[in-house]
């Protein structure tokens, strides 16, 4: 393993998968631990440090980074099993690598935190331009005023651009908790993330085109969301299996994976706009229909669009299910209860918001 520098002295330990309420629990906390310290390091000027803060704090539900951690897990997981299924005896051998092997793995983990700071960072740059009155005009996001309303619209727009460059920066800088990274990860990491970071923006502008035109058909939407949202969903399902050096089928099964559960998510979220509150939602519900955008609802109501849904979050679990080898598992309940991957996938189709 190739690493810019010594390691940390006191490499962070492993996420384990109990059940989903502590491992989600357990994310986000270390998600808020490593926000503090990517934003001491950035030594970002006022007031633009308390705008950042003030959105990257905000009651988000944390998808993109849950994702990152539960790719990482289910495939970190999968792997040992398949390990531990060989019958190779080499105990003194082992003993001598066991320091290596365990600096290694933290290595990898903190290449896992990384790449969750890094798709957490750039999804909410994408919300705080979103909300500002040349896109969205919308004045509440995570439940709380939007970040040009309590600041300015300057410093928004500031606060934005900054956390899209810090997005990509994390993935490489020297930050005092983390281990140093890892130089053939991150390559592959800003090999997945980059174009997909341009086709989130691209799908964004796709979608304003749409508002303005009479003709959008349910294949144009489904283009436009496979960027707009898809894009880094995508993103971070791959940056999880590749810290956790998934294999080439692995990698296929997160990528199919997640183009099915990045398009569910959406038709879910137009769903949402339609049938849930906005203390609820924590944004203005109804905002799709007061600007008039197109929508799975409006294509084709709520019950059809529920469907379609489940349908897609069904294509997304079984394309990961293929590749989990876990024999010992005699069911699909025991498989979603045991894997984090799957037991976020479930979660995704209850949300409520």
């Known amino acids: 393993m190739t690493v810019s520098s010594t390691l940390h002295p006191t490499p962070f330990g492993f996420i384990s998968f109990d059940n989903n309420e502590q491992f989600h629990s357990t994310v986000r906390e270390q998600l808020a631990q490593d926000i503090d310290v990517l934003f001491a390091y950035a030594e970002l000027p006022n007031p633009l440090i308390d705008a950042c803060r003030y959105v990257m704090t905000g009651q988000g539900k944390l998808v993109r980074p849950l994702l990152v951690a539960s790719a990482f897990s289910s495939i970190t997981a999968n792997?040992?099993?398949?390990l531990k299924q060989t019958d190779i005896k080499q105990e003194s051998s082992e003993q001598d690598d066991s320091l290596d092997a365990l600096l290694e793995s933290n290595a990898d983990y903190d290449m896992a935190r990384r790449a969750a700071l890094a798709v957490e960072l750039l999804h909410t740059y994408s919300l705080v331009h979103d909300d500002l009155p040349c896109m969205d005009d919308d004045e509440l996001r995570r439940g709380q005023p939007t970040a040009h309303i309590v600041f300015?619209?300057?410093?928004?727009?500031?606060?934005?651009?900054?956390?899209?460059?810090?997005?990509?920066?994390?993935?490489?800088?020297?930050l005092p908790t983390f281990a140093p990274f890892d130089t053939a990860i991150a390559s592959q990491l800003m090999a997945i993330f980059t174009p997909r970071a341009r086709r989130m923006v691209s799908g964004q502008m796709l979608d304003l085109n749409a508002e303005a035109s009479d003709s959008i058909s349910q294949t144009d939407l489904e283009a436009i969301h496979r960027d707009k949202t898809g894009a880094l969903i995508e993103a971070a399902m791959l940056m999880g299996g590749v810290c956790a050096g998934a294999t080439a089928p692995q990698r296929m099964a997160l990528q199919e994976c997640a183009q099915h559960i990045g398009l569910a998510f959406q038709v879910q979220d137009d769903i949402l706009d339609v049938t849930t509150s906005t203390d609820t939602l924590g944004k203005p519900a109804g905002s799709d229909e007061k600007l008039d955008k197109s929508t799975y609802v409006k294509f084709m109501g709520v019950e059809k669009a529920t469907d379609y849904a489940q349908s897609l979050f069904n294509d997304g679990r079984a394309a990961i299910m293929r590749e989990l080898s876990s024999g010992e598992l005699s069911s699909e309940n025991e498989k979603t209860n045991t894997d984090a991957l799957l037991a976020l996938i479930e979660w995704l189709w209850s949300r409520k918001k």
């Open 79 to 82: 792997n040992d099993n398949s």
């Open 152 to 174: 300015n619209e300057a410093t928004a727009l500031l606060a934005g651009d900054v956390l899209q460059t810090l997005a990509f920066e994390v993935l490489t800088a020297e």
